[in-house]
């Protein structure tokens, strides 16, 4: 119940393309969706992040969908770019009342390649 | 840059050796969480601290233990080393409220057990 599964782990996108990854997660508890990019050698810098009161957010080229029925989310990567090749994480976490945050559930990651 | 300083950068130890690694939170955050990331994996989580305290602990031996600061800043200690610890560490901070707030992570100590 603690696993959040991302598919696929690995894409390649032209240019100019639309990126999509996806990610399912089965604890109803989690309220906290956030995406995580990660270039070779650094650590995981926030992206964006979504709560189960809303179905979308978008952040400039970066959108998350999200379909709490179905148990999924999902990151949408508008006009990508060669800077956008990177390794994103999809994660969850349950928030507790009184302080303790952010146990991060990862997925296992999807590196992503953008062809100029 | 996120504020978030760890240290060392790499590490190179030999299997059944103590390791230390540090963190040093960003400004006005009391939340650390440790993470262990494998090659090709996502990050697991190890533990947190909150205001000096553990409070909440991964699937991970007890071997693996951690300390927090007045000052916020963190350890974790590694005990008895195993080459499966090879891997990126990873150390993120937090402001601890009633709500989730974003973590912001470290770059990271890469630990080779040899």
């Known amino acids: 119940q603690q696993q959040v599964k991302q598919s696929p782990q690995s894409l390649i996108v032209q240019k100019g393309g639309i990126s999509i990854i996806n990610c399912a997660y089965e604890?109803?508890?989690?309220?906290?969706f956030p995406w995580y990019q990660q270039f070779p050698g650094k650590g995981p810098a926030l992206l964006i992040a979504?709560?189960?009161?809303?179905s979308e957010k978008k952040e400039g080229r970066f959108t998350i969908s999200f379909n709490k029925s179905a148990k999924q989310f999902s990151l949408h990567i508008m006009d990508s770019q060669p800077g956008d090749s990177a390794t994103y994480f999809c994660?969850?976490?349950?928030?507790?009342?009184?302080?303790?945050?952010?146990?991060?559930?990862f997925g296992t990651g999807t590196l992503l390649a953008v062809q100029p | 840059e996120t504020g978030v300083t760890q240290s060392p950068t790499h590490l190179i130890k030999t299997r059944g050796q103590q390791v230390t690694l540090r963190c040093s939170s960003q400004s006005g955050h009391n939340t650390v969480s440790w993470y262990q990331q494998a090659l090709g994996q996502g990050p697991q989580f190890i533990f947190q601290?909150?205001?000096?305290?553990?409070?909440g602990r991964g699937n991970f031996p007890p071997r693996f233990s951690g300390l927090q600061f007045p000052n916020y800043s963190s350890e974790l200690n590694v005990n008895a080393l195993e080459l499966d610890d090879s891997a990126l560490y990873l150390c993120?901070?937090?402001?601890?409220?009633?709500?989730?707030?974003?973590?912001?992570f470290g770059q990271g100590t890469r630990l080779t057990v040899v």
């Open positions: 604890n109803t508890a989690f309220d906290y």
């Open positions: 993120a901070s937090s402001l601890g409220s009633a709500l989730n707030t974003e973590a912001f």
């Open positions: 601290y909150y205001r000096e305290e553990e409070n």
């Open positions: 979504i709560r189960p009161d809303v």
């Open positions: 994660a969850a976490s349950r928030d507790i009342y009184g302080g303790a945050t952010n146990k991060l559930i």
